[in-house]
């Protein structure tokens, strides 16, 4: 049955100014067309009226990893694999109510990553569309060891890159440098050869797979960046010299800002990754400052900070962005960054009806995104805050939904 959703206003994700009073038809999980409401009778049929709410795309959170929380790291991958797995599925779920309709799992202990996506595709429980990356590749010992498959060497590498996509991988990720979870790891030490890397980029590409680097800057980043890998994760360190490499190679960024200051915070995170993490916040805004008017892609992910990725848009006007630009980050140019370009991302006729709605203007205030109170995915009605039910739906309606 087809739906119509009756907005008060439409930010649609394509950069357009804002548009009042329009309406989406959604048919089979899929935009149908989008119309000024004044043109149609809205008097019959299936309407889901969010005249006073701002209609957005959902949104894409190109990094995050289910099965961790903010805190010790190492030991969350530790626990019993059936305990990750239930943690996965509410996280899932939540951060869908967040207005995260697609995610990428760029790391997940054995299995799990593929298996939550199989379990989200057939219903079983709720959570964003996934894109999974498997196991991380680690070198032996390396950073990131205890969430990874390790390997070395060029031929051990392309091994391990096989079995992560025979396992249902929908992207590799690739430890290219040290990182913050690790004890006695160094975050611009580079973690495998230049032949290392090339094996994983080459591999990957030639079986369709598009690969993620975790990275903060250095010898290594620029290395993989030259190999044509496809996002640099983190990039804290990166110099102009490297921004403007990315830009040569059409290299995307994701910025994950929000992680260190949550691992500041939290009471749980280990003491070495503290210390890893301090004075940080000057060196990120002062990389994030080298982006702006550099031509870089730029993506956002949470890391383990589930659902807020609002935080990382407002980063990013803190060095300059436009509201409207830091959105972006997080609807359009994420889906280009994922492949799915022609399917999410904004709201257009042919695409997957990926819809959310908010109190306010949230390019005035991007906080109005932490206050999500309406989720459609693929055309199925996911997530309604409980003081809009009477207002959307019919009794009948709202017993299924209840």
Known sequence: MSKVIVCGTLI????????????????????????????LDLSEGNVIDLSHLTVLPGLIDCHDHLGIDVGDEEAQCQEPIEYISIKCTRNARDILHAGITTLRSVGEKERIGSMMKRAIEEGLVQGPRLLVAGRNIVRTGGHGYFLGREADGPNGLRTAVREEIKNGADLIKIMVTGGVSTAGSNMLTTEFTDEEIVAVIDEAHRN?????????????????????????????????????????????????????????KHPEVPAFMKEKVKGY????????ALTRGSGLKIALGTDEVHGKIYEEMQFLTQVGYSPMEALQAGTKHAAELCGLADHTGTIDAGKFADVIAVPGDPLEDLSRLADVHFVMKAGKVEFVKHQEINRLFTVGQKLFID
């Open 208 to 264: 369709g797979r598009k690969v993620a680097g975790h990275g903060y800057g250095g010898p290594g980043v620029r290395s993989a960046i030259k190999a044509g890998i496809d996002s640099i994760e983190h990039g804290l360190y990166l110099t102009e010299e490297d921004i403007q490499l990315m830009v040569q190679h059409g290299t995307y960024l994701v910025v994950t800002a929000g992680i260190y200051y949550a691992i500041l």
């Open 12 to 39: 649609d994700g394509s950069g357009k100014a804002p548009m009042q009073n329009m309406a989406i038809s959604v048919e089979n999980g899929k935009i149908q067309w989008v119309r000024p409401a004044d043109q």
């Open 281 to 288: 916040t000057d060196t990120l805004l002062g990389t994030l």
